[in-house]
């Protein structure tokens, strides 16, 4: 069983940037894969951005590619998303989540465990 704990989220005006951490209480987070999902109201949950075990690949929906940023600190069990100009439409609870198997998915149904979410809200 994995724990995680996404923070960082908050209101913030668009074109500004916020930066969410998630922490897992996997000691071997190097083990997993760590995908970004955010689902806004009355919407599905969409991948966001995503990156393999050792950080040397990612993957990102079209719409964030050159705003949004994946990383992770396998020291310290914590993956981040740094979002930078921020729009009205990325508004939306992101969650963190990870996989055992390799490979970055896009699909929420490959992923094994879950954070409670954390909520983004850009204001126009």
């Known amino acids: 069983q994995v724990t995680l704990v996404e923070s960082g989220g908050g209101l913030v005006q668009a074109g500004g940037s916020l930066r969410l951490s998630c922490v897992a209480s996997?000691?071997?987070?190097?083990?997993?894969?760590v995908g970004w999902f955010r689902q806004a109201p009355g919407k599905e949950r969409e991948f966001v951005a995503g990156i393999n075990g050792g950080g040397g690949v990612t993957s990102y929906r079209e719409s964030v590619k050159g705003r949004f940023n994946i990383s992770r600190d396998n020291a310290k069990n914590t993956a981040y998303l740094q979002m930078n100009s921020l729009k009205p439409e990325d508004t939306a609870v992101y969650y963190c989540a990870v996989k055992r198997a390799l490979g970055i998915a896009v699909r929420a149904t490959s992923y094994d465990y879950w954070g409670q979410g954390t909520q983004v809200t850009v204001s126009s």
């Open positions: 996997e000691r071997t987070l190097s083990n997993y894969v």
